[in-house]
Antibody, heavy 121, light 108 residues
Framework: QVYLVQSGAEVKKPGASVRVSCKASGYTFTSYGINWVRQATGQGLEWMGW????????GYAQKFQGRVSMTRDTSMSTAYMELSSLTSEDTAVYYC??????????????WGQGTLVTVSS | EIVLTQSPGTLSLSPGERATLSCRAS???????LAWYQQKPGQAPRLLIY???SRATGIPDRFSGSGSGTDFTLTISRLEPEDFAVYYC?????????FGQGTKVEIK
């Protein structure tokens, strides 16, 4: 069984940074990309970017460039997403998701359970 | 950025009825990169359909996907109680993923 298990809830003050972890199990960590998606309360899904654990290559959504960093520790099969200069608008549940592809198609499966990040003074 | 617009925003139906959800793209997208997800309250999204029409492992055959170009559809042939949830379409294009805003399927 493939699992992605994320770190626990965080409360941060405006201006601070947060790092969320995503530990993979049940597959070869370096064979699949990891994407990060966030969801504000009652809102839809917002893609933040991707990281490939084998190369460390990343790609970020324009909205988050300069403020987000996606890294990995291959020895721990763990991906990390760090978001800086937090504001109240960053309060959301953050998900990691494995990127899967065959010769033509691409999709996300599975997803982590989500990590609630609350930004409050 | 390719914008996905889902309609309707909310669909009120009874168990046993057919649900038809629409996802329209602001420009043509590759069917290979169109997926659908189901999300229940307090849970992470779950993959239903990928490549516009292929069901994910373990997804019942009452779920089906179709479409091409700018218009895609998710159909639930007969709603079961566990199908009442929010559904999102997703696409990859121009080096970025985008999601629709979601369609909520609620019990009438």
């Amino acid at each position: 069984q493939v699992y992605l298990v994320q770190s626990g809830a965080e409360v941060k003050k405006p201006g601070a940074s947060v790092r969320v972890s995503c530990k993979a199990s049940g597959y070869t960590f370096t064979s699949y990309g990891i994407n990060w998606v966030r969801q504000a309360t009652g809102q839809g899904l917002e893609w933040m970017g991707w990281m490939h654990p084998n190369s460390g290559n990343t790609g970020y959504a324009q909205k988050f460039q300069g403020r987000v960093s996606m890294t990995r520790d291959t020895s721990m099969s763990t991906a990390y997403m760090e978001l800086s200069s937090l504001t109240s608008e960053d309060t959301a549940v953050y998900y990691c998701a494995r990127a899967v592809s065959d010769s033509e198609r691409r999709w996300f499966d599975p997803w982590g359970q989500g990590t609630l990040v609350t930004v409050s003074s | 950025e390719i914008v996905l617009t889902q309609s309707p925003g909310t669909l009120s139906l009874s168990p046993g009825e057919r649900a038809t959800l629409s996802c329209r793209a602001s420009q043509s997208v590759s069917s290979s990169y169109l997926a659908w997800y189901q999300q229940k309250p307090g849970q992470a999204p779950r993959l239903l359909i990928y490549g516009a029409s292929s069901r994910a492992t373990g997804i019942p055959d009452r779920f089906s996907g179709s479409g091409s170009g700018t218009d895609f559809t998710l159909t639930i042939s007969r709603l079961e109680p566990e199908d009442f949830a929010v559904y999102y379409c997703q696409q990859f294009g121009n080096s970025a993923w985008t999601f629709g805003q979601g369609t909520k399927v609620e019990i009438k």
